[in-house]
């Protein structure tokens, strides 16, 4: 039996019914992070998300217009996914997660760049990342990236 959507009209629960599965935040950091664009690099995360939770998770994210779907350019079999504007709006969230996750984590696995970023302005960075998503980059890869413009 399907659940129905949105049990209650509190902005929490509303934004916990879209990313608060354990994959979608996932791709969107995947997505914001790393660059990732297609299916394989999905399934290339270290998370290791399986095929048909991956096509689960991407199909519901494009219901719910967090990231959009176009067919690839070099391979019209394939798709590429891009976030939306809705989907960049999560950005300062997925920051300050990753903040909380950082500070609290025992052993917090992310390269030395992540590290130096955080010693940085708060709404510099995520001016910058948000930037560079909008550009085709993303935090840590592209000639936009946060990284690229802060030289770490």
């Keep these: 039996m399907k659940r129905e959507e949105n049990k209650s ?13 354990t994959w979608s935040l996932l791709i969107v950091r995947d997505m914001a992070a790393l660059g990732k664009k297609t299916f394989g690099e999905f399934l290339d995360s270290k998370e290791r ?17 967090i990231i959009a779907k176009r067919p690839d350019p070099s391979d019209k079999r394939k798709f590429v996914y891009s976030l939306t504007d809705k989907g960049i709006e999560l950005i300062p969230v997925v920051y300050e997660i990753a903040m909380w996750g950082t500070r609290n984590s ?12 955080l010693k940085r302005d708060r709404e510099e960075v995520v001016r910058l990342w948000i930037e560079a998503v909008k550009a085709g980059s993303s935090f840590f890869n592209g000639p936009d990236s ?3 413009r802060l030289n770490l």
């Design 9 to 21: 009209r509190c902005p929490i629960n509303f934004t916990v019914e879209i990313i608060g599965d």
């Design 49 to 65: 998300i399986g095929t048909s939770v991956l096509t689960d998770r991407l199909a519901h994210l494009e219901r719910k217009g």
């Design 106 to 117: 025992p052993d917090p696995d992310a390269p030395d760049v992540w590290f130096e970023a």
């Design 146 to 148: 946060v990284i690229a």
